[in-house]
């Protein structure tokens, strides 16, 4: 139990990564505020469940990455809750496939507001009670396609770019006051995300589900497997460690060596 007394916001924590983050957080003993879209029963179940698996306290924050000020009540809510936001975990995420001159104006609206714009004002609002209290961790969840770009993914792949460099500044201004910024950049991790771009990559580029799944997502991953949420939480949680104390800035790959190549 390394993070007993901390308090870790997740957003985008309703479902695949960001759950898998959540749940392990709790478990070195983090208090935990949930974020993201979904049922309400499935989310009270999600809530319920991490605390009564881990021993820890959990709230939902049912702010909508979209805008601005829920992203700060969420901020605020866990404050109020629990005395602090001591990890901020930006994961929050859409996809849409489209080749860029068909892409939808307000697709490219909203894939900006919640993979790049969302981490901006969660950040914001969580420093200033990181510095006060001289410790904080800044995870943001970027994607291999921060580094690399793949076509049809115009929104996205901007997007990843952008958070890669947000962790770059943000590291920088904060470099002093015991707050680190990292990223992490997984491939192709089986989640709801993933799952729900097959069929408009099936139809840009006229593939059937598993030459997609063969020919086009593993084909960018040299291990030809997918990645797990839990590689990912179990590189959140190193982050949060004293180990990690000296990483910042940092974009780490966890994509099958896709980006080697
Ligand atoms: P997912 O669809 O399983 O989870 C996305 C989460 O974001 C859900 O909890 C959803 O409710 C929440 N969300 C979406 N829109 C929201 C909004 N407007 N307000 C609040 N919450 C909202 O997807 P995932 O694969 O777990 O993706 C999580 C993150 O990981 C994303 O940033 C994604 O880009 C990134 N990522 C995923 C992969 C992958 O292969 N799955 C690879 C690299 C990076």
Redesign the pocket.
């Known amino acids: 139990m390394t993070l007993t007394s901390k308090t870790a916001v997740v957003?985008?924590?309703?479902?695949?990564?960001?759950?898998a983050i959540a749940r392990a957080l709790a478990k070195e003993g983090a208090n935990i505020v949930l974020?993201?879209?979904?049922d309400e029963a499935e989310i009270e179940k999600t809530r319920a469940g991490i605390e009564s698996e881990f021993g820890v306290k959990a709230v939902y924050s049912p702010?909508?990455?979209?805008k601005s000020d829920e992203i700060e009540e969420m901020v605020r809510l866990g404050e109020r809750t629990f005395g602090s936001v001591d990890i901020l975990v930006n994961?929050?995420?859409?996809?849409f496939v489209s080749p860029v001159e068909e892409f939808p104006v307000e697709k490219w609206d909203q894939i900006i507001a919640?993979?790049l714009t969302?981490a901006f004002h969660a950040i914001r609002a969580a420093v200033p009670g990181m510095k006060a209290r001289k410790w904080g961790r800044i995870i943001n969840?970027?994607?291999?396609?921060s580094l690399v770009a793949s076509p049809f993914k115009s929104a996205?792949v901007a997007a990843?770019h952008g958070i890669a460099g947000l962790t770059k500044t943000v590291a920088l201004e904060v470099a002093t006051h015991g707050i680190t910024v990292n990223c992490i950049?997984?491939?192709?991790?089986?989640?709801?995300?993933?799952e729900?771009q097959i069929p408009d990559t099936m139809k840009a580029r006229g593939l059937t589900k598993e030459q997609v799944i063969n020919d086009v997502l593993l084909e960018a991953q040299p291990t030809k497997q997918?990645?797990t949420?839990d590689q990912v939480a179990a590189l959140a949680v190193f982050l949060c460690s004293d180990a990690a104390s000296q990483m910042s800035g940092a974009n780490l790959s966890m994509d099958g060596g896709w980006t080697a190549k």
Do not use: D
């Open positions: 957003t985008g924590s309703t479902s695949g990564i960001g759950l974020n993201g879209l979904g702010a909508n990455m979209l994961n929050a995420g859409i996809q919640i993979n969302s969840t970027a994607s291999a396609h996205y990843k950049s997984p491939g192709y991790v089986w989640t709801p995300l993933v729900r997918f990645v949420v």
